[in-house]
T-cell receptor, first 112, second 112 residues
Framework: DGGITQSPKYLFRKEGQNVTLSCEQNLNHDAMYWYRQDPGQGLRLIYYSQIVNDFQKGDIAEGYSVSREKKESFPLTVTSAQKNPTAFYLC???????????FGPGTRLTVT | RKEVEQDPGPFNVPEGATVAFNCTYSNSASQSFFWYRQDCRKEPKLLMSVYSSGNEDGRFTAQLNRASQYISLLIRDSKLSDSATYLCVVPHLGAGSYQLTFGKGTKLSVIP
């Protein structure tokens, strides 16, 4: 079945460590996105990529980095510079209809 | 300034009731609008699109009032399975491409 996978579902890290969240899609979509969701908050865009080897900062890119070496993969690294990294991270992709985004199941990151 | 405002609720309604949510947006240039559904601790999924005055899909009706800049979602004959958070989503033009602005969501609980 086509879809988006994110791993792991839950991730625990110590403060000061970098951590990379995985996002893979087999929908043949060009565009991919990373969002962060905090309790009681809307989704906020971290980074997005319209095409392989190209990506742009979203509204809250500070403390995060991404790469887009393959169409299917868009990993997100949460660096130690991110002041409040504990959150629910959602990856999404979209095809020709840019407004319809398909989301992965998310990764819950807890940093202590 | 991009902004999407929603009543956070919760809306607690009995099975079979009709319930409506409103969403206001600030960007008068927006042409299309979306409702996503997010179950507890899950990823958002597209529920309905609104491109003109409204859209109807079974028990769900989405309406657009451009003059007052609000979108509404009406759910008739509520089912227990309708319990979820409903996210209002408005595209905005970012750095050369459209991105989605998500509202914080309205929580619906349908009670037996």
């Amino acid at each position: 079945d086509g879809g988006i996978t994110q791993s792991p579902k839950y991730l625990f890290r110590k403060e000061g460590q970098n951590v990379t969240l995985s996002c893979e899609q087999n929908l043949n979509h060009d565009a991919m996105y990373w969002y962060r969701q905090d309790p009681g908050q809307g989704l906020r865009l971290i980074y997005y990529s319209q095409i392989v080897n190209d990506f742009q900062k979203g509204d809250i890119a500070e403390g995060y980095s991404v790469s887009r070496e393959k169409k299917e993969s868009f990993p997100l690294t949460v660096t130690s510079a991110q002041k409040n990294p504990t959150a629910f991270y959602l990856c999404a992709s979209s095809g020709q209809t840019v407004y319809e985004q398909y989301f992965g199941p998310g990764t819950r990151l807890t940093v202590t | 300034r991009k902004e999407v405002e929603q009543d956070p609720g919760p809306f607690n309604v009995p099975e079979g009731a009709t319930v409506a949510f409103n969403c206001t947006y600030s960007n008068s240039a927006s042409q299309s609008f979306f409702w996503y559904r997010q179950d507890c601790r899950k990823e958002p999924k597209l529920l309905m699109s609104v491109y003109s005055s409204g859209n109807e899909d079974g028990r769900f009706t989405a309406q657009l009032n451009r003059a007052s800049q609000y979108i509404s979602l009406l759910i008739r004959d509520s089912k227990l399975s309708d319990s979820a958070t409903y996210l209002c989503v408005v595209p905005h033009l970012g750095a050369g491409s459209y991105q989605l602005t998500f509202g914080k969501g309205t929580k619906l609980s349908v009670i037996p």
